[in-house]
């Protein structure tokens, strides 16, 4: 995070600036929904298209898919989410508020133990109320499928997107003729009924997961889990996150998922301390073994090296799209005294940004629209582009500035002499000087070598 980023100014730029909105804003809005406005749609579209083309077009091991949100409901059965997928909760006698009881453990203040801690938490931090007994609550999403509301036909919003992924190995295997270690890769909006949902669009009750199922024969497990932490930690660094912000973190043994052997988190340092991005797990042959008793089906792999049927175990890198949207933002966000004036800077990659190029003409003079417009008109089939010709050229350079854009092309009165216009830089604000006829060569130039 750079020193200057505190979610006060995240939230304000990205409602000032279209990135995000409160979900249903016009009618008080609605806890843990947002909504994505014109650039941050396109900044979210950035980020899983570079996570795809990582992990799915680089590879020749990884394949892609996209499942359905709704799913037999047998799923979660088999998946362990109907029965353990809950936190406790307690509610407040007095104002009514609801809070997960492990959020208040945390609350109790350093130094007290025992009958002391309990006491402590059994009154509502909000009001000093006194709280119920914890009750667990579970976190899946409840609907029903076709026109009648009973029990036959309850279905869930899928509290993640790797149940469906597990459902289809058999069918990819078999389609892709593929061979171990193969991964699965799908983006997908999950659901989850939090509690306590927070800290803007880093705790949301709907979300957007990146996540790859990568199966492997036992025995190599660890060794790919250690090549997928790699992988997944780089992938940040690669795309400008500053190294001091991200680190690996090997969960304890009481932090494990009931299904997981071992897991890393990729974590990121925002203002509310460490917190996961991404975890990368072990599930060892738990999802498949599960599956493969629910269904009644075969989900075995037939191993020719060894002539045997064997169930793979899985190491999932799972990673929270809005999360890391977030984390990007806070990363990049700068401020810069330039002529006592404070420039906001979103110092975001290049892959990463919005709006890959602005045109902006020197002014709305008659003689300047034209040319603009067909400087435009070359640059916006390449690139996600915006034209602006509103306000001074100062203000316009800062309003790009502010959402990240690295590279401007200004239209200038020159340019009707010279046939040439000038790019300008985001972060060094450096101008160069470049002939229409090669504008495009140039803008590729900078934005598309690594
Ligand atoms: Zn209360």
């Known amino acids: 995070m750079s020193t200057k980023a505190t979610v006060e100014k995240l939230v304000s730029l990205c409602k000032r600036r279209g990135l995000v909105f409160q979900g249903s804003e016009i009618y008080g809005g609605i806890g843990g929904f ?16 570079a996570w795809w083309r990582a992990v799915v077009q680089e590879r020749d091991d990884v394949v892609g898919q ?66 119920t007994e914890p009750r667990m609550f579970n976190l899946m999403f409840r609907t029903y499928v076709g026109p009648v509301e009973d029990d036959a036909s309850t279905a869930y919003l899928r509290p993640e997107t790797a149940q469906g992924i597990f459902v289809n190995f058999a069918n990819v295997l078999t389609t892709t003729r593929k061979k171990l270690p193969l991964g699965i890769a799908q983006i997908g909006k999950a659901f989850r009924n939090e509690i306590t949902p927070g800290n803007f669009i880093f705790r949301d009750r709907e979300f957007e997961q990146m996540e790859i199922e990568y199966f492997v024969k036992p025995g190599t497990d660890e060794q790919w889990h250690q090549h997928w932490v790699e992988e997944r930690y780089n992938w940040y660094l690669g795309l400008g996150m500053r190294k001091e912000n991200v680190r690996v973190r090997q969960l304890d043994r009481e932090e494990l998922a009931h299904y997981a ?17 991404e975890g990368i797990a072990n599930r060892t042959d738990f999802d498949l ?50 002529r006592g004036e404070t420039r906001v800077i ?11 190029v602005a045109v902006l003409p020197l002014s709305r003079h008659e003689k300047l629209v034209p040319p603009a417009r067909e400087v435009w008109g070359l640059v916006r089939k390449h690139w996600m582009s915006q ?20 590279l401007c092309v200004t239209v200038d009165f020159d340019t009707l002499e010279d046939e040439a216009v000038t790019i300008r830089e985001r972060d060094s604000m450096e101008q160069v000087r470049v002939p229409i006829a090669g504008l495009v060569a140039a803008l590729r130039e900078r934005l598309e070598t690594a």
């Open 261 to 277: 052997k071992d897991t890393y988190e990729v974590e990121y340092l925002f203002p509310m301390g460490w917190s996961e991005l």
């Open 289 to 338: 073994r599960r599956h493969a008793e629910f269904s009644g089906r075969d989900l075995t792999y037939f191993d020719e090296e060894s002539g045997e049927h064997i169930i793979p175990y899985v190491i999932e890198p799972s990673a929270g799209v809005d999360r890391l949207l977030m984390a990007f933002l806070m990363d990049a966000y700068d401020e810069e005294e330039v």
């Open 34 to 49: 947002w909504d994505y406005g014109p650039l941050g749609v396109e900044l979210k579209n950035n980020i899983k298209q």
């Open 346 to 356: 979103l110092r975001l990659h290049k892959d990463l940004a919005p709006i890959k």
């Open 387 to 406: 034209y602006d010709d509103a306000q001074s050229i100062g203000r316009r350079y800062r309003r790009q500035d502010e959402v990240g854009t690295p």
């Open 66 to 131: 996209d499942a359905a949100i709704v799913m037999n409901p047998t799923v979660w059965r088999a998946s362990g989410h109907l029965d353990t997928f809950a936190d406790p909760m307690v509610d407040c006698k007095e104002c009514k508020k609801r809070f997960r009881a492990d959020d208040l453990v945390g609350a109790v203040p350093a130094g007290t133990h025992g009958h002391e801690a309990a006491a402590k938490v059994s009154r509502c931090p909000e009001c000093g109320g006194e709280l």
